[in-house]
């Protein structure tokens, strides 16, 4: 959850944590439904402190500075991280489905393409925006 909370977009640090959430809530015995709850709400208690551009277009629309509104931000933050252990904590506790090492395994990258095939779209679509 911490690491979610980074201020980048959801669902980019998710998709960038999701692994290590996988092996830390199978040797924790989390559900995959808690540790989803957790970088969710790791990630939105992030943002709401982060100069990202939904706390820059409200700073703009309500005339405050953007230092002063993020400092503002900082204790509802620290409320939705609390919210959102204390909930990822009842859920986990619930049935739910548990991460296997299956969810652990790396799949090997065995059909990919060739370097040829792989640059063979963007220099099409650069020699046609070109011409």
């Not at 999701?18 to 970088?39: D, F, Q, R, T, V």
Request: net charge positive; proline share 5%.
């Amino acid at each position: 959850m911490i690491v979610c909370a980074v201020g980048v977009f959801i669902d980019i640090s998710v998709i960038t944590v999701a692994p290590i959430a996988l092996a830390i809530g199978k040797k924790s015995g989390y559900h995959k439904e808690a540790l989803l709850l957790a970088m969710i709400g790791g990630g939105k208690a992030g943002n709401i402190i982060s100069p990202n551009p939904n706390t820059i277009a409200v700073s703009e629309a309500f005339k405050v500075d953007l230092t002063s509104l993020m400092m503002k931000n900082f204790i509802p933050a620290i409320c939705a991280v609390v919210v959102t252990i204390l909930l990822s904590t009842m859920l986990s506790k619930k049935q739910g489905v548990q991460v296997t090492e299956n969810d652990l395994e790396q799949k090997g990258d065995k059909n990919l393409p060739s370097f040829i095939q792989a640059v063979a779209g963007p220099v099409v679509a650069v020699m046609m925006y070109v011409i």
